[in-house]
């Protein structure tokens, strides 16, 4: 069907009507392929038209000229129980030049589910008067996907809410930037959140949503709050909802179980990004062995087309928590995670034995030698039992012991001396392993170590489940006193995640740190290997520092960290044979060594010729 026209006389309607339709299924949808091109086409739009409702539905809409081209439209109608039809109009304002067409019209899975002649186990329910036989999690909730309703009787209201009558018993939360917003029909804002709600698929119901547009900023956020439910074993609790992401701004929906009222809780859902024009059901099976609440956030993308809705959601096999008004206050408030110190590991120094050494000088702990300061943590031993050595950094550490290797992370010095609760929500360095991710996090954790390359293998990560953007976490070694001309720090490091944020290498000594390396963003999922060249360094340390991203999604994880040629140049007291060099100093360096930009002699005499 086309309409070719050069016109322009002032408001005129062409207008395509339907036939009537009785009712539709759940999971009805209607697609049409069309052609809207000319120097002033117009705009043309779907309306659903239902009997006993005044009040058109827009379903669809094109604006301007599209181009020279069939464009596929796909509408989501959802369960419409009473009789309705269609209406395509198309509006002409003044001159009108251009052909707008539609062909292809079609209907799929509008019909409801036939009649069954059994309907056995527990996953199944039987529909009283249409016999259809439908899975049990399709039970109250707020759809008749029955076609008699019998799916949606005798179910609890205090476990569902559809917004029609407000926000029923979800709360939001004071703990944001703003609130969610109760609507009908479309929101304000054009090409962004739904046209319709869930619930009745018309103009005329209800479902809430976060308006994306000024004042809102990037990252500001929107908090519902559940009911308190008992606890759930074995994931027997289920909640369904409806969400609508749709908008080329739009950025992140995430649900959290908590069962502190402090703490944002655990992640159990997020989705990112556009989703088309279309409301989509999500199911989420929830454990917890204790009292638990359910937070669901959206998050403002970096502009005004990001709008998101919320509709018909409900629980299923879950009980609300009826305990006193304060044991509810006390189960949130005493709630409090447990707060673990650590040390900077360094150990408790035994008794010296007899010596004659001055302020100045390392005491050897098993022989009383006397060596110089600068040759502790030098990364060569030069007592005979390595003591040294003992409290430096490790030249290679993997992990697989659990053990820092001498690094320390000095945030968590600074507030274990004090009691402080957030010592277990702040972004820090943790030793971690595949074997211990929990589900969804495999998509941006490493599921293997470096060393071992199995789940059961450590390694080192900064656990983005804590802090919030832009925090950083440092991992700092001793203080290293002096390294030789070949000094090089090689790792692995793994950066996975929508959202991952940076991994900075440092060098730090008393008065300036300067950055030596640094990579941001997402890698893929693997380890890659990095080089970090230090050369002949005195009194300095090396910090492993991570910045957190914009959300949890994304851990970076670092292993096999080794120190290489590290120690550092031995005056051997013996001529230099023809191959070397002989520095000012007297050290004697490989003849290839010269005016290579690298300072072999620790005096520069090498690169001045």
Known sequence: MFIL??????????????????????????????????????????????????????????????????????IQLGRLPHPFQFSLDKISLGF???????DDIRFENCALSPPALSCEGPNHFWCRETNACIDSLLVCDLVDDCGDGSDEDNCNPDLQCNFENGLCNWEQSVKDDFDWIRIQGPTPTVNTGPLKDHTTGTVRGHYIYMESSEPRQFQDKAILLSPLFNPSVNGTCVFRFHYHMFGKQVYKL??????????????????????????????????????????????????????????????????????????????FKGNLPTVSTTTSGTSIPATLPMNNCTEKEFVCRASGRCIQMTQKCDFRPDCS????????????????????????QPALEQMSGSYSIHTTNIFKWKIGRGA????????????????????????????????????????????????????????????????????????????????????????????????????????????????????????????????????????????????????????CIPKNNLCDFVNDCADNSDESP
């Open 385 to 408: 039992d390595k003591s040294d050595e003992s409290d430096c950094v490790m030249e290679v550490c993997n992990f697989e012991d659990k053990t820092q290797c001498g690094w320390h």
């Open 96 to 102: 009108y030049d251009g052909v707008s067409a539609i």
């Open 254 to 331: 995430s649900v959290f179980r908590r069962t502190v009222s402090n703490a944002k809780g655990w992640p159990l859902w997020y989705k990112f990004g556009n989703q088309e024009n279309r409301w989509i059901r999500q199911t989420l099976h929830i454990s917890s062995s204790k009292p638990f609440q359910i937070l669901v956030e959206g998050t403002v993308g970096d502009g005004f087309t990001g709008d998101i809705g919320l509709d018909d959601m409900s629980f299923l096999g879950c009980t609300l928590y009826h305990g006193t008004q304060q044991s509810v206050a006390l189960f």
């Open 5 to 74: 026209k050069n016109s322009n006389s002032i408001s005129q309607i062409a207008r395509l009507r339907s036939p009537k339709f009785r009712q539709s299924g759940a999971n009805c949808t209607l697609s049409f392929w069309y052609y809207n091109y000319g120097q002033s086409v117009g705009a043309a739009e779907l309306q659903l038209l239902v009997d006993g409702l005044k009040q058109p539905t827009v379903l669809w809409r094109t604006y301007y000229n599209e181009g020279n081209q069939w464009l596929k439209a796909v």
């Open 436 to 587: 211990n991710l929990y589900p969804e996090q495999e998509h941006h954790s490493p599921l293997t170590d470096h060393t071992t390359f199995t789940e059961e293998g450590w390694y080192l990560f900064a656990d983005s489940s804590n802090g919030e953007f832009g925090h950083t976490a440092d991992f700092v070694t001793p203080v290293i006193s002096l390294t030789g001309p070949r000094c090089k720090i090689i790792f692995w490091n793994h950066m996975n995640g929508s959202t991952i944020g940076s991994l900075e290498v440092l060098c730090k000594t008393s008065n300036k740190t300067s950055k030596l390396w640094t990579q941001s963003g997402s890698q893929g999922a693997r380890w890659n290997r990095a080089e970090v060249f230090l050369g002949i360094r005195s009194n300095f340390q090396v910090i492993f520092r991570a910045k957190r991203g914009v959300s949890y999604m994304g851990d970076v994880a670092v292993d096999d960290i080794t120190f290489e040629d590290c120690s550092p140049l031995l005056i051997s007291g013996k001529p230099c044979t023809s191959e070397e060099f002989m520095c000012a100093n007297k050290y």
